[in-house]
């Protein structure tokens, strides 16, 4: 199992249509020490990762 610190290397981009689902894997990831980006939708994603795909959280 990685620890905080190699976790916070790691990028996660989490996408789902509903606020609640995402504030509670944003707040959990975060906990473990990732870095986190939300959308919230497939398109909203796509444009993350298009427009900024290094951008760190």
Not at 28 to 39: I, K, Q, S
């Amino acid at each position: 199992m990685k620890t905080d610190n190699q976790n916070r290397s790691q990028s996660i981009l989490v996408i789902d249509d509903g606020r609640d689902i995402l504030e509670l894997v944003d707040y959990n990831l975060h906990n473990a020490g990732y870095r986190v980006r939300l959308a919230g939708s497939a398109e909203d994603g796509l444009e993350k990762i298009r427009y900024n795909p290094d951008r760190p959280c």
